[in-house]
Each structure stands twice: as structure tokens, then as C-alpha cells.
């Protein structure tokens, strides 16, 4: 498994200040060794976002001989030695950030930027000054990387590169990133638009950048834009309306929307269309007619676009002789995200949440990372990490602290360690935790490799039905903050979805499961789901109404093969007259009222007497199998885990176990007795769990 650092490497007691991150020192690199790093995320070259020539400047710029006394060096030699050290530096590809920013400047020499000095006259340093070569001196011409310039849907040469990419209000105002501008700072960064075909381009051209910079992973961030532009009222730039039209082109006569009767849709303008009928900017975009179509024209774009990159990154290494490998920032793992786990080697995640008990969170991004290695790292704006850090600054919640990271690899996927790492942009600081914990954390999860894997040998699957949860997921609070940017709309046809809740309840009864996912077949094809269900006791079907005929089909070929179906809520509501029934009414299926019921109604894979202040899970390993055990016990008062003593635990396996030995943070491994109490039920006594532990059956 990967071992990630949230590498922004931002400094102590300063603002986080995007997209161009610190420079670097030779000292880190010993840091992340000593923390067992294998991978960076969020870690360098992000200030393409500022001009091309800047992000040349962060890989290969100059280092004056007083930074080289104190071991600094640019990104490419950062990279380079990095690499020799086994950890590979995923440059960052913002795909939504376009920056200007405030300079002061000096015979075309920068004497202040961002943070300003009143030396000179203030003027501005960005992407509107690349493409119109008004920039610094230093800055090569728009047209040395460009040597045809760069041309728009409309056939117009683009001469504000800034003005070009950027996502537009319903009447016509930029949208703006607001969440990477530092408030006290007099920053703009526009909200840019990977529908408008200048930007993918010039989004190729920083990924060719970082590639012959030396870097052996891409990460694309912001994988959604311009989907995400809903949160303040969404985007009718042209491109977007472009791509609306193209959509309701390729439409089936029947599927075209009552209000088009009659409209030329070689011609439409879904924008001209909207303000005709008297709507104006920042409406919520839910309240706006065709606006269920405009979603999913969205959908379908944000896939198609994420591949043309994903696909030009591994390509263009590949014309240069490297391999690299692609990873996604999927941030909360909604269903949308789905098509575009294909197109890439590793999966990030923000979360949309950081949460001290969330194990079920971990199970469904294994499950939907289809194989591929999952890591995450804390987001600053939803839940805990503020509070968390005020308290380690204190020198307490060391154990809280342990437990975010160890969830994630308890569950087969990885927590990043934190290093510098974000705090939006409100906080004056960045995410640092006390380096022995660190260090101690990291090499915890080095020991226990062989012992973490994203395979389990788990008895229930919970099916993640994408067409099921994708309208629900785009339709939900996510896309609005409150009523900041358009009063709040409730969604009078939103979906029931009990898929959340059944994983919550499950991990919280210590049941262990997978996540299989179905995916929307418009967006992805369906792979051989039966071959994959043959190998479970129980699926579990949570409001799976929006099952495809196919996927149908191989949930009752299943049945008749002797499987088991548990069905909360609803299911198949799409499929033709009777065909559901099959699936309800035949013996191998039980319908349960109340998701409460689900637990009693799975295999026991892990027999153990927990409560709810715990998660277990089973990992497929080669010597045998791993049982992971967290302990979410806190005791707020003595500030620790409550440790429990003599747990009993027994485990289903088809191995023949011999021997067990445990395994935990800061303690000897330890050999256990191991008994069969039936026929493949093993079990053990651990003498000891404070907030991790991992029993290996050998
Ligand atoms: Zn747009």
C-alpha cells in the first residue's frame, strides 16, 4: 500500500496561499523518509496556474548560494532527489485555479508579489499578463510555448488568457475559486472552465512541463470543474452552453424535454434561453428549467474531459520514454467520480468530511477505487482537523490523532501524513503535527505493509448503485453552501437512499463488508459483475432503484446460483412491469423494513464483542490473513484510548491458520495461541488494544 504525505509543506503561523507552494528544502526529504513516505500529494509545481514561465521558474529556477547554504533547491531537483530516495512527487494540477495576483515591479524585475512592500507602483502578475506578454521580464513570450497561439470555440485568437478560462454567471460575470483566495489578500483567482478547450490545452501544456521537470506522478485536482461551478448558480460560458447543445442533440426524440418542442437545437442557447424567460444570475440552478439535462450534460462532460488529460499525461510520458502514474482528486468519492476511476493509478480523496469515527467512508472508497491504491487527506473545512490541531498544539490527542490515520489503513486504504498540509484560507497556519508522532505513525504503517492489503475475504457485498445516488449527490448541500451564494431549494424529487446509512450501520455493528459498484452505464460501461458477486454469502441491495437491465439480470442469475439478497428501500423502479418482483419475491431474497435490520441479516465474519466505539476488517494477505482491529474509545478526560484487555475475537477463514501474532503501535509483536473453535472459525485472545491493533493469522 502507498504511504502519502499531504506534502503542501506550508509554513507554520502563515496563511496556506495557493497554487504555488513553498520552496524546497534537502532536509524535508530526510523528514519524509524518516515518516516512511512513498508518495506526495499536493506537492509541488502548482504555479502553472500563475504562467506558464512561473511554473518553469519553481522547477528549475536559480538558487542564490545563501539558500543553497541551507539546503534549498528548485522543484526538479527536489524530484530528482526525492526519486533516489524512493518517494515520488506527485506534481499538482489545478484544474480550476486561473491567478492574478498583485505585484510590484522594477524594471521588469518582481520586487514583491502577493505579499505586497509599497516599493513600486502596484500592478499584476497572472495569466491575463502571460498571454498578452506584459509580464515580468524574466517571463519567455505567450508564443514560445505557443507558437500558433491559442485559439477559442469561436474561432478568436485568445489574448487574455485569464478572461478566456474562466466559468461565467448566468450574466456573464466571472466566477472566482473563492475558496483558495486568502481573504486579507488582494488575490483573484477565477473559477476556470475544463469544458473550453483553451484550457484543456493549456492545462496540457503544464502537465508537459511537469513531466519533463522530472516528475513521475500527476495529481489532476478540482477533477470536476466545471461541474462544481453549481455551487454559485453554474456556468453558461459559452463553451458550457456549447456542450448542452451537443448534449440535447445526441438525445432520442423521446428523451428531448416538453419545453424544446419545436426549438432549433442546432442553434440553442441554453444561457439567451434562460435570460429570455427573465432568469438572472445566481438563481439556484436546481429551481432552473431543462436543469435536471444540464446536470447530467455535466456529468457526461466532466468524464469525457478527465480522460482527454488523464490519457495526454500518459501519453506524452510515453513519447518521452517515462512511465508515470495518474492520480485523481475525487474528493468526497460521489458516485460521479465513478467513470473516471478507469483513467487513473491512484485515487485521491479530500473527504468532504474529517471525522474522528468514519471507517465505512474507507470501505466505500476501496470499493469504488476498483483495485487501485486509495489515499486520502484531511479537508480543512469539514469537520475536525481544526480542532484537532489546536489540541495536539497543546500537546494533547496524540491518540485522536493516531486513530485518523490508522482508520484508513485498518480499512485497506491510506490516510496521508500531514506535513504543512492545508488549512483553508481563514487560518493563519498550516496542518503540522509534532514530528515524533509523525514519524512514529509513519513507521507503524511501514512495519505493518506486508499486513495491509485493498483485497478482503469478506462475506457481504453492499452494492454502490451510481445511478441510484449520482442526481441525490449533485442535488445535495454539497453544491450550495447554505444560502451564501442562492437561497436554499429543497428537492421536491429527491431520491430515497439508504446506501450511507446501511454502510454506517454495518461498520458500527463490527460487520465487516465490500463495496461492488454498479455503475451508470451511460458513463461507464458495466463490467462482469456476477464473476465478482459469485464469491459473496450476501449482497445487499440499499435503494437500489436505478438498476440497469444487465445488472438485473446478473443479480438474479446470483440468486439462482444460491446467493443471498438483502433489499432495503427500493429496488428496480426503472426496470419493466413484473421484472422487479422476480428479484423480490424469489426465495434467496430478504426485504427489510428498517436499516437497523441489516446487521443481523450478514455473515459474521469477524465473531467479537466491540460495541459501536470500534471497526474491524479483514485483508487478503500473502501469508495468510490480517484481521484489523480500531479502537475509537477515547477517554476525553485522561486524554487517551481506553485500552481493552483480553479481547476475544474469532475470525472465519478457509486458510488453515497455525500460528497469530499481533501487531501494534509502539508495542512488541507479540505471538498469540490460536485455537479452532469450528470448521475454518479461528480463534484468539489479544491481551491488549489501545487504538490500533493487527492480528496476523498466519
Ligand atoms: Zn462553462
Known sequence: MERSVYFDGWSPQTYCQHPSMP??????????????????????????????????????????????????????????????????????????????????????????????????????????????????????????YF??????????????????????????????????????????????????????????????????????????????????????????????????????????????????????????????????????????????????????????????????????????????????????????????????????????????????QQPWYFRHGVGLSRGKPLVAVENPYGGVTPLLLAKLQEGRARDLFRLTIFEASAMGANMSLPYGSWLGTEIKDSYWVPRDLVVETGQFLKQIDPLISNVSPHLTAVIFSVHSLIDNAIDSDQFADGDRWFPIVTQPDARPASYWESIESLSRSTRTFDVVVFPDEILRENDSVAQSLDRYDTVVLPDVWGVSSSQHAQLLEYLDRGGRIVVHGHYGTELANGEAERLLTHEGTTVIRSVDELPAEVPVDVIADLGELAAVSLHEIEDGVALHIVNYDYDEAQDRVRVRNNVNLGVSSQKR?????????????????????SEGRWHVIVPEIASYAVVHLH
Open 657 to 677: 491458520v497455525t500460528r497469530a501474532t499481533v501487531h501494534a503501535p509502539g508495542r512488541a509483536t507479540v505471538e498469540l495461541p490460536v485455537t479452532e473453535i
Open 23 to 144: 520552496p524546497r528544502r534537502l532536509s524535508m526529504i530526510d523528514d519524509l523518509d524518516e515518516m516512511g513516505a512513498t508518495m506526495l500529494v499536493w506537492a509541488g509545481l502548482g504555479g502553472g496556474s500563475i504562467s506558464l514561465p512561473y511554473l518553469e521558474e519553481e522547477a528549475y529556477g536559480a538558487i542564490p548560494a545563501r539558500f543553497r547554504h541551507y539546503g534549498y533547491v528548485n522543484d526538479s531537483e527536489f524530484i530528482s532527489h526525492s526519486r533516489a530516495r524512493s518517494i515520488d512527487l506527485f506534481a499538482i494540477v489545478f484544474e480550476s485555479q486561473a491567478w492574478e495576483f498583485p505585484a510590484e515591479i522594477v524594471g521588469g524585475e518582481v520586487v514583491a508579489q502577493n505579499e505586497l512592500r509599497g516599493v513600486a507602483p502596484k500592478s499584476t502578475v497572472g495569466l491575463r499578463e502571460f498571454s498578452s506578454d506584459t509580464g515580468p521580464a524574466s517571463w519567455k513570450s505567450f508564443r514560445s
Open 147 to 356: 507558437p500558433d497561439g491559442l485559439t477559442n470555440s469561436d474561432g478568436d485568437d485568445v489574448v487574455d488568457l485569464w478572461e478566456e478560462v474562466a466559468c461565467r454567471d448566468l450574466e456573464g460575470a466571472p466566477i472566482h475559486a473563492h475558496w483558495v483566495e486568502v481573504a486579507v489578500r488582494d488575490q483573484d483567482c477565477y473559477y476556470a472552465d475544463r469544458n473550453n478547450p483553451v484550457w484543456r490545452e493549456y492545462l496540457k501544456a503544464v502537465i508537459r512541463t511537469q513531466i519533463d521537470a522530472g516528475a513521475r506522478g500527476i495529481q489532476l485536482d478540482e477533477t470536476d470543474t466545471p461541474m462544481s461551478a453549481l455551487r454559485y448558480g453554474g456556468c453558461f460560458c459559452k463553451d458550457c452552453v456549447l456542450e448542452f447543445r451537443s448534449y440535447l442533440l445526441a438525445l432520442a426524440p423521446n428523451d428531448l424535454p416538453e419545453e424544446l418542442a419545436g426549438v432549433d437545437l442546432t442553434t440553442f442557447d441554453y444561457r439567451a434561453w434562460l435570460l429570455e424567460r427573465g432568469h438572472k444570475a445566481r438563481e439556484n440552478p436546481r429551481a432552473l428549467p431543462l436543469y435536471k439535462h444540464f446536470s447530467r450534460s455535466l456529468q457526461i462532460a466532466i468524464a469525457r474531459t478527465f480522460e482527454e488529460l488523464a490519457r495526454f499525461a500518459k501519453d506524452y510520458a510515453a513519447s518521452r520514454g517515462v512511465q508515470i502514474r495518474v492520480g485523481g482528486n475525487f474528493y468526497d468519492l460521489a458516485p460521479y467520480w465513478d467513470p473516471m476511476v478507469s483513467h487513473v493509478d491512484v485515487l485521491v480523496t479530500e473527504m468532504r468530511e474529517t471525522r474522528f
